[in-house]
């Protein structure tokens, strides 16, 4: 069930304005991907709440702004320090796009490993065009996702990340997403639809750090969509960081395809954002898989995060590991949709997903759905979900000891979030994580 083709026909009509000066053109597979996806978004729509996987998010927000496709070089920032994860001196590639357009001038990339590609998606269709046209839109398209659709028609720029087998990349490949909240024109809301492919070969590794940041209060809609392969025995580490400016939509998809032995950990981040969704769904599509999804959120004011995640066990012996963990303060709204699909053949799962939540105001508050759909008969699934509010007694013990009211609840709430956080497996970046959560901890009693 979708919304009536008005909140869709401005999206039909600027694609149509922008297709012919779209890069990569002349390229009849890339054309032909574009078209479908526009003809998957034109027939689904955007959904509503009475499509179940949105039930608990409404979308009429976004579908009331009119947004203008970002200019094509991205709009006007003003940078002094470029935001970034890693700490000082840390070695990294990173890779920034303004408005989804990908900016060298602010970008830099070292040495990598013979073989290696980590570029933007524009180089990538003149550079490396076959791979492109192997992989692209190829990981866990659906008819149910109308983002996807949209940013596969709308596809211009974005990341590509291609390890060759026995390749692994050292330092952490950082790639910063800048909205700049209106772009150079009169201020008139945008929208981008940034693109991530990272195909790891047969024991490659590296670790991918996103980071989302907002300048102003600007209104914009950032729709990203990322596809990972995975091949055997390969180890990819995910991290992102949502940190939108407090008008900004964000729509996130992540697609994964897990060989034998493969090794896929996702951490999101969510910080920011009017209205943010992150869908995650790996496919453990070899024996052996380890597959470890988690996150923390933290919502304030008129906030609404949504995580839904979709985890198909295809093959046996895989393992999953879920941990989520929010903060809900003000009149924010919080969404958890976890599911874990057992396939018939999937014997000898281990699945494992937990979500909790802390409401720190009456009129805060989590929709949580955990679900478990098994078809095999020798696994091992469990999955739990709460919410409650701090602890009274814990908050006299802290006070009880000369800690002000203040420093205790913020004790509690970084004892509480830490669960998830330690699931980051890569120290730097669970540090600056950490740091962020500290940071907006102050943020939220100055």
């Not at 937990?354 to 469990?382: F, G, W």
Request: proline share 4%.
């Amino acid at each position: 069930m979708t919304t009536d083709t008005n909140t869709i026909q401005p999206y039909l009509d600027h694609h149509g304005r922008v297709a012919a000066a779209l890069p990569g053109g002349e390229l009849p597979w890339l054309a032909a991907l574009r078209e479908t996806g526009l003809a998957r978004f034109s027939r689904q729509g955007f959904p509503t709440a009475r499509v179940e996987a949105w039930r608990y998010t409404s979308l009429r927000p976004l579908e009331k702004v009119a947004f203008e496709p970002a200019p094509a070089a991205g709009g006007a920032v003003s940078i002094d320090v470029l935001p970034t994860v890693m700490p000082a001196g840390q070695a990294s590639h990173r890779l920034v796009f303004v408005d989804g357009a990908f900016r060298a001038d602010l970008s830099s990339v070292g040495a990598l490993p013979e073989g290696a590609v980590v570029t933007s998606l524009g180089q990538a269709l003149t550079g490396h065009a076959a791979l492109l046209e192997r992989y692209l839109g190829h990981v866990g398209v659906t008819d149910s996702n109308p983002f996807q659709a949209l940013n596969t028609a709308f596809l211009a720029d974005g990341l590509v990340v291609h390890l060759p087998k026995d390749v692994a990349v050292p330092d952490p490949i950082e790639v910063v997403f800048v909205g700049s909240g209106g772009g150079a024109g009169a201020g008139k809301p945008t929208m981008h639809h940034p693109r991530i492919l990272v195909v790891a070969e047969a024991n490659a590794e590296a670790t991918l750090v996103e980071h989302h940041v907002g300048q102003g209060d600007g209104v914009y809609f950032a729709n990203h969509v990322t596809e990972i392969v995975a091949g055997e025995g390969a180890r990819l580490h995910h991290y992102k960081v949502q940190r939108e400016s407090a008008q900004a939509f964000h729509m996130a998809t992540v697609t994964a395809d897990l060989a034998k032995d493969a090794s896929y950990d996702n951490f999101v981040l969510t910080m920011g954002g009017r209205l943010s969704r992150n869908e995650i769904k790996p496919v453990l599509n070899g024996t052996g898989v380890e597959c470890r999804l988690s996150g923390s959120y933290m919502v304030n004011g008129q906030q609404h995060c949504d995580t839904t995640t979709v985890i198909d066990h295809a093959r046996p012996h895989c393992t999953s590991r879920e941990v989520y963990k929010g903060v809900i303060d003000g009149s924010a709204k919080a969404v958890f949709q976890g599911k874990i699909i057992v396939r018939p053949d999937a014997q000898k799962t281990d699945g494992y997903q937990l979500n909790r939540a802390l409401l720190l105001s009456d009129t805060a508050e989590i929709d949580s759905k955990p679900e478990l759909e098994i078809y095999a008969d020798d696994v091992k699934c469990s999955h739990g979900a709460t919410a409650g509010e701090l602890d009274d007694d814990q908050l006299f013990y802290l006070r009880s000891r000369g800690i002000d009211l203040e420093s205790a609840r913020n004790l509690l709430i970084s004892a509480f979030l830490a669960d998830a956080i330690e699931e980051v497996r890569i120290d730097t970046v669970r540090e600056a994580f950490q740091g962020m959560v500290t940071g907006w901890l102050k943020s939220q009693r100055a």
